[in-house]
């Protein structure tokens, strides 16, 4: 629309705005201009949502029959066990919902207002359609406004479309199925002025404005089960399955045989709560805090624990790019002079780097090597290109302050670029030496800057920086007497443009200070001095944190909303792998063909709002699965083509710093996003913060994560046969007609202290070798694959056979001495799960090749953990709670002796199958 179709359908007339009555009616009729407040659970439901798990579930019915029985001892400690459980799932589920607030906080206090023929300052909130909204640097935009005027005025829009530069804005109207990112003459909320001034009408306010919108798909995101919960989930179901039907047959067996009501109830319990690993829960919490703990080390924050193991199931990763694998900091890269051509060493705002001359064909952007060329030592005996750098030096309005590490650059970051390269050369004292006599701003119209300085004794010069297109016509020679092949210098600007480079010309001439203002009328007759070529440069360890993804089998993917051509050559540069284009560059599909890809048609109708049918998913899958790069992406694009490769069966990590990365790292198995450069809202939706904003802390981060899901497949190896003892000690029990070996009270014990004293020291186990080399594990995978099924069956039958064979030898030696019994049974159990212990330390390797002593946790926690075994046998208030009783020295010889045979067991069966 026109500002006149805009202006009438808002019934306002932009010189006097709104009349105050009528605000205050739009306000009571639209509501405040903030974002609607949107909660997650109550407390009250994540505490109860701790106790409906399946395997806790049963516990509590265990806890209930074990009270109606009269054993109100096991109910006790059965119902303490639930308790434990739940308060730690409960504190550790707690999880701050900041996107939204972080959201709302964007919008500025006060705006500049135009009410009732009177500019006044309002509370942004009181904001509402109509209100005609004046604009200058250094403001943030209160809310979404078209604009009706605008001298030069430039918005920062990076958190917004991942636009690396400040956008030039106009009031011309704009197609109507415009991207986000091509919406010219839109101003939006939260964005930044850094440039210029101008006025504008509120069109949207609160959830109706674009950052709003991106709110409510933050709020409206699917959660996502992480692998872990998956697999964890799965292996409970079938665990809550044979438990109930393995008690409920021996319930109907005892049934039949006529035994007492109180004997079959109390043998079905003990056998739930024996099969029942009631201490995974805890163990997995810990296991993960772990995982937390190392990664913080790394540089990586956790904000949800199962990301730690996420992370390690990772097959793709979705970046973006600005900030993320950039430095967000533009650079001057190469310098073409008709003298010389250049490139300029050195990354982001630092003073350091080379300048190096290069000859035909030998100047690179993207820095692989050591660049070749002669390094330019003393930039005054290159005449040439010393009066270019004070050109793009002198010839501009922005500052670049640093205080220690800081670096804080108020105004243009091409300007601060062109700053940068002349501090490079020594030239940092220009100012004094060429004091501005005059200047003419920039204007989009011109697409020109000029500047007057003076020059000594010397006649003033005019230096002038801005597009090819503007100045090439204006140039009638070139400096250092060189031809002036305009044909040759527009070939050098698109072959500079196809490296993704953005490009300036520069030009000057001598000009004699005029008497009144300098007009544009003096921008003519130039002397062309060259062409600068910069770019937001790749980060310096991105290339190889992205090879060593890529190496794991990780596909990394750069989604973004900057140009297809700098995306393309970021990533070409970082060594993305993807389908290619017929040149042989990397494809870069932008929003508006996945808008149209997402359709099944061509010519896009609305590039932003691509549909989420099945059916567009799958052909969004199907390019999304080859395609390494997508340009010009609206913030449904991105959650669209995260869900996409979803609905392929990949787990997606997708990492981000911008208001527009926000929905797709809430949807994402795990969303990563920095912790300095990024926003809060970025920060608010992710699972995981990377504090140095380094996309190589992924690749450590994915390591760790590896090593976490190693360590928690050995403590499920490790615990599982305990249970699996136990409930085949009572099964044959009943089969035999022989009393309980073990009470549930007893099972409690050795299944919570065994868990909580030996299988936290598997936390601790260092990463194996080669971790880094194995592909992703198949997110359909088992916990448990077929090998460690058999294994822990087997060794669940030694545990069993050894502790009935033991109990079954006491009660012979002497038959009165149940308790006794009873006691060597689950001495038994627990001297070997210390010995297993050790065998479980790698699930693959021999214990000698690990090194004895490499993991001191495992040793602590035999130690106490028979310490333990000694309070429970001999201590007389352990005795009479947990019905045990004190044991002669000699029975514990036949223990070790079982312990030591299932270790061997074990360690043998490694070797057999590693040679295998």
């Given at each position: ?12 007339d ?7 009555e009528e605000?205050?009616?739009r ?7 903030k974002m609607?407040a ?13 106790f409906v798990?399946p395997?806790?579930v049963?516990?509590?019915v ?20 639930v308790?434990?459980n ?5 504190f ?7 996107a939204?607030?972080a ?28 209100d ?15 604009l ?27 197609d ?15 964005t ?12 949207a ?11 409510s798909m933050i709020?409206?995101?699917?959660e ?24 409920g ?9 006529g035994?007492?009501?109180s004997d ?9 709560v ?5 201490g995974l829960?805890?163990a997995?919490?810990?296991l993960?805090?772990?995982?937390v703990?190392?990664?913080?080390r ?9 990301a730690?193991?996420?992370?390690g199931?990772t097959?793709?990763?979705c ?9 967000n ?5 190469r310098?073409w002079?008709?003298s ?8 982001g705002?630092a003073p ?6 290069v ?15 002669e390094r330019?030592?003393?930039v ?13 030096a002198?010839?501009n309005d922005t ?14 970051p ?10 490079k050369a020594?030239?940092?004292e ?9 200047e003419?701003p920039?204007?989009?119209q ?13 006649t ?16 009638v020679?070139a ?16 072959a ?12 000057y ?5 005029p008497?009144?203002?300098?007009s ?7 002397v ?18 992205v090879?060593?993804?890529q190496?794991a ?5 750069m ?41 099944g ?12 049918s ?21 913030p ?7 869900r996409?490769?979803?609905k392929?069966?990949?787990v997606?990590?997708?990492?981000g ?12 198995d ?25 996309f190589?802390?992924i ?33 044959a029990?009943v ?5 309980l070996?073990?009470l549930?009270v007893q099972i409690?014990?050795v ?7 030996l299988?936290i ?7 194996e ?14 916990i ?11 060794v669940s ?10 109990f079954e030898y006491v009660?012979?030696?002497?038959p009165?001495?149940l ?5 060597v049974?689950v001495?038994t159990i ?12 790698s ?11 490499t ?24 005795n009479r ?18 312990g030591?045979?299932?270790?061997v ?10 040679r295998?």
């Amino acid at each position: 629309m026109t500002t006149a179709e805009v202006l009438e359908d808002l019934g306002v007339d932009p010189k006097s705005g709104l009349a105050p009555e009528e605000a205050e009616r739009r306000l009571e009729r639209d509501g405040p201009n903030k974002m609607t407040a949107r909660g997650g659970k109550s407390t009250l439901r994540r505490l109860l949502d701790q106790f409906v798990q399946p395997l806790i579930v049963i516990l509590i019915v265990a806890a209930f029959v074990s009270f109606a029985l009269g054993d109100v001892v096991d109910a006790i400690v059965i119902g303490a066990v639930v308790l434990v459980n739940a308060l730690i799932g409960f504190f550790q589920e707690h999880r701050a919902e900041q996107a939204i607030a972080a959201l709302d906080a964007m919008v500025v206090t006060e705006a500049s207002v135009i009410r009732g023929g009177q500019t006044r300052r309002v509370r942004s909130e009181a904001l509402v359609v109509g209100d005609v909204v004046v604009l200058q640097a250094g403001d943030a935009v209160p809310a979404d406004v078209r604009l009706l005027r605008s001298r030069d005025l430039q918005t920062d829009e990076a958190a917004l479309t991942g636009e690396s530069v400040p956008v030039m804005k106009s009031t011309d109207a704009v197609d109507a199925e415009a991207g986000v990112g091509d919406r010219s003459n839109m101003a939006f909320a939260g964005t930044a002025v850094t440039f210029g001034a101008g006025t504008g009408v509120v069109v949207a306010t609160g959830d109706r404005a674009e950052t709003g919108r991106i709110a409510s798909m933050i709020a409206t995101a699917t959660e996502i089960a992480t692998p872990l919960t998956r697999r964890i989930a799965s292996l409970s179901k079938v665990l809550v399955w044979i438990i109930l039907g393995v008690a409920g047959g021996l319930f109907a067996v005892e049934s039949v045989r006529g035994a007492a009501l109180s004997d079959t109830f109390n043998a079905a319990v003990a056998l739930a709560v024996g099969a029942i690993p009631e201490g995974l829960p805890a163990a997995v919490t810990v296991l993960l805090a772990v995982g937390v703990s190392h990664m913080a080390r790394r540089r990586a924050l956790i904000r949800r624990l199962p990301a730690v193991e996420t992370l390690g199931s990772t097959t793709v990763i979705c970046s973006d790019k600005t900030g993320t694998l950039t430095e967000n900091q533009m650079t001057v890269t190469r310098l073409w002079t008709p003298s010389g051509d250049y490139v300029l060493e050195g990354v982001g705002y630092a003073p350091e780097g080379a300048i190096r001359r290069v000859g035909e064909g030998d100047g690179r952007a993207n820095g692989e090597g050591e660049p070749p060329g002669e390094r330019v030592e003393d930039v005054e005996r290159e005449p040439v290109l010393a009066l270019a750098l004070r050109c793009g030096a002198l010839c501009n309005d922005t500052r670049v302050l640093r205080e220690g590490d800081e670096v804080k650059v108020e105004g243009d970051p091409t300007e601060a670029a062109l700053l940068v390269a002349a501090e490079k050369a020594g030239l940092s004292e220009l100012v004094d030496a060429h004091p501005r006599l005059d200047e003419i701003p920039f204007a989009s119209q011109h697409m020109y800057m000029a500047s007057l300085h003076g020059d000594g004794d010397e006649t003033p010069l005019l230096f002038v920086k801005g597009s090819s297109e503007a100045l090439l016509k204006r140039c009638v020679r070139a400096e250092s007497d060189a031809a002036f092949d305009r044909d040759a210098i527009e070939a050098k600007v698109e072959a500079l443009g196809a490296e993704g480079l953005r490009v300036l010309c520069l030009a000057y001439r001598r000009l004699a200070q005029p008497e009144g203002a300098l007009s544009r009328d003096a921008v003519k007759d130039l002397v062309f001095l060259g062409l600068v070529g910069m770019i937001d440069p790749p980060r310096a360890a991105a290339r190889s944190a992205v090879a060593a993804c890529q190496g794991a089998g990780i596909q990394v993917k750069m989604i973004t909303g900057d140009h297809a051509v700098t995306a393309s050559a970021i990533a070409a540069q970082i060594g993305l792998e993807g389908a290619r284009a017929e040149d042989g560059s990397l494809r870069a599909i932008t929003g508006v063909e996945l808008a149209e890809l997402a359709r099944g048609t061509e010519g896009g109708e609305a590039p932003t709002d691509a549909p989420t049918s099945e059916e567009a998913l799958e052909r969004v899958a199907e390019v999304a699965e080859d395609v390494a790069v997508f340009a010009r992406v609206a913030p449904e694009q991105k959650l669209l083509l995260v869900r996409a490769l979803q609905k392929r069966g990949h787990v997606v990590a997708m990492t981000g710093d911008g208001v527009n990365d926000a929905p797709a790292l809430e949807q994402a198995d795990i969303g990563v996003a920095m912790g300095k450069g990024g926003t809060d809202v970025a920060r608010g939706a992710s699972a995981m913060i990377l504090t140095d904003d380094d996309f190589a802390t992924i690749a450590a981060a994915v390591e760790e994560g590896r090593g976490v899901y190693d360590n928690l497949v050995k403590f499920i190896t490790w615990t599982l046969p305990t249970n699996g003892g136990e409930g085949l000690v009572l099964l044959a029990a009943v089969l035999t007609g022989a009393a309980l070996p073990i009470l549930p009270v007893q099972i409690l014990w050795v299944n919570m202290a065994t868990a909580v004293l030996l299988g936290i020291a598997l936390v601790f186990e260092p990463k194996e070798p080669g971790l880094m080399d194995r592909p992703p594990r198949d997110v359909n995978e088992p916990i448990l694959s077929l090998g460690l099924g058999l294994r822990t069956l087997l060794v669940s039958v030694l545990i069993a056979g050894s502790a009935f064979g033991l109990f079954e030898y006491v009660l012979h030696e002497e038959p009165e001495a149940l308790e006794k019994a009873r006691t060597v049974a689950v001495n038994t159990i627990v001297v070997i799960e210390v010995a297993y212990l050790f065998a479980c330390r790698s699930l693959r390797l021999p214990l000698w090749k690990l090194g004895l002593f490499t993991n001191p946790y495992v040793w602590l926690g035999a130690l106490v953990m028979l310490v333990a075994q000694l309070l429970f046998t001999y201590v007389p208030v352990m005795n009479r709670l947990f019905h045990s009783a004190p044991l002669e020295w000699f029975w514990w010889l036949y223990l070790t002796a079982a312990g030591a045979a299932v270790f061997v067991v074990v360690e043998l069966k490694k070797l057999v199958g590693r040679r295998a």
